[in-house]
């Protein structure tokens, strides 16, 4: 992540300024939204690059816009990427922004002596995402949660909701496995010639159906270079509302593999969530993202469950719920939690989250902030949360 007091090419106010590095299998296109709804029809599978993504102001909502003007693609590599064993092959001699991102938390880890400075975000981003979205998304939770850096893959999502737009996004996230899976492959090949303690401070954040694009990811990998499964590169996953299987984590052919793959798992669930919902219907099962990991007792401790239904609603950012699944990002009580999170605070000592009774070490609530501007502008008492004079529903 960087941060400019320079003006961006539409203002002359300072403004802050994170460069988001990027790949996407979307096919570019030639208006305002750079990258479409369809997959690239040309070799690679994927192109990568970087964008500059300026915050224009906004709370607590804030407003992080991507400068079409930045955008920079790089060039085709000359090595084949069609394959994951070409992938893994020709990863110590990458020269894009995926490989660019893993040297820049190197070189921050070794000015800042392996401190929290090299802290790094890879991002894949849900449901209802368009490309211009999926950056200004990325910039907007490593501004959030304290990262120096952040990557994003884009998959070709339809950037709109609706029961239809959904079942096109589900097929578009499994058909985007093989991309993102060699994207992951060039990364933990690259990782894996370190020993751990010189690896950078990595995590993973999956918001909505980026999580099932992120099982198909695996799925390839598992099948065609299974030793890169083997290692923790993540410190933390982030599995936002996550728009996968409730069983998903204890499934080879879903999630099982981020046990291995990250020290920590934590799951932020919405039971308001209306794309949950819709999920359930598409799917004929519970989301992970609704009621949190199916037989929660059998996964391992490092898996935390956070139930966010009573701050999943974003109404006092713009009016808007945002169908309750963009807490990940619009609701102050859960990226102040996240923020924690990541700062290596221990589960039990984030706040103000509450425990559960029969999972007091590994399933929390974040309760109803009555002291937020939106509460209070309703008649909500900031020591009880009781309403004075309105009632409020998620």
Not at 37 to 43: C, E, K, L, M, T
Not at 112 to 141: E, P, R, T, W, Y
Not at 175 to 194: E, Q, Y
Not at 228 to 253: H, K, R
Request: hydrophobic share 40%.
């Amino acid at each position: 992540m960087t941060s400019s007091n320079d003006p961006a090419s539409q203002t002359d106010a300072p403004v802050q300024k994170i460069q988001v590095r990027f790949a996407t299998n979307r096919a570019q296109v030639g208006d305002d939204r750079l990258f479409g709804s369809d997959f690239r029809q040309v070799p690679p599978l994927f192109v990568t690059g970087h964008i500059d993504v300026y915050h224009r102001g906004g709370h607590p909502n804030p407003n992080w816009d991507p400068d079409a003007k930045s955008l920079h693609i790089d060039p085709t590599p000359k090595a084949a990427l069609s394959s994951i064993p070409e992938a893994v092959a020709a990863a110590p001699s990458a020269d894009d922004a995926m490989t660019h991102f893993i040297d820049d938390l190197l070189e921050a880890g070794l000015e800042a002596n392996k401190g929290k400075a090299n802290a790094g975000i890879v991002f894949l981003h849900g449901f209802n995402c368009s490309f211009i979205g999926g950056m200004s998304s990325a910039a907007q939770i490593a501004s959030a949660y304290g990262a120096q850096h952040v990557f994003c893959f884009s998959w070709p999502s339809q950037g709109e909701f609706g029961l239809n737009e959904y079942f096109k996004d589900r097929d578009s996230a499994y058909a985007s496995g093989s991309a993102i899976a060699l994207a992951l492959s060039v990364v933990f090949s690259k990782l894996l010639g370190l020993k751990k303690a010189a690896r950078p401070n990595l995590r993973i954040v999956c918001h909505s159906m980026g999580n099932r694009a992120l099982s198909a990811a695996i799925q390839h990998i598992s099948m065609a270079a299974p030793q890169l499964l083997t290692e923790a590169y993540f410190s933390y996953a982030l599995l936002m509302a996550a728009d996968e299987d409730n069983n998903a984590l204890a499934e080879p052919t879903k999630l099982k593999a981020l046990l291995t793959l990250a020290d920590h798992i934590d799951v932020y669930t919405n039971e308001s969530d209306l794309a949950m919902f819709l999920s359930s219907l598409a799917n004929f099962k519970p989301p992970l993202g609704w009621f949190g990991p199916t037989d929660f007792k059998h996964l391992p401790s490092k898996v935390i469950s956070i139930d966010c239904t009573d701050v999943g609603a974003t109404y006092e950012n713009n009016g808007s719920s945002d169908w309750g699944h963009q807490y990940f990002r619009n609701s102050p009580a859960v990226t102040a939690d996240v923020h924690q999170v990541l700062q290596g605070i221990p589960p039990d000592k984030v706040s103000p989250r509450i425990p559960d009774r029969y999972y007091p070490m590994r399933k929390f609530v974040i309760p109803f902030d009555s002291g937020s501007p939106w509460a209070r502008a309703r008649g909500y008492r900031e020591t009880t949360g009781e309403v004075s004079e309105h009632q409020h529903s998620v």
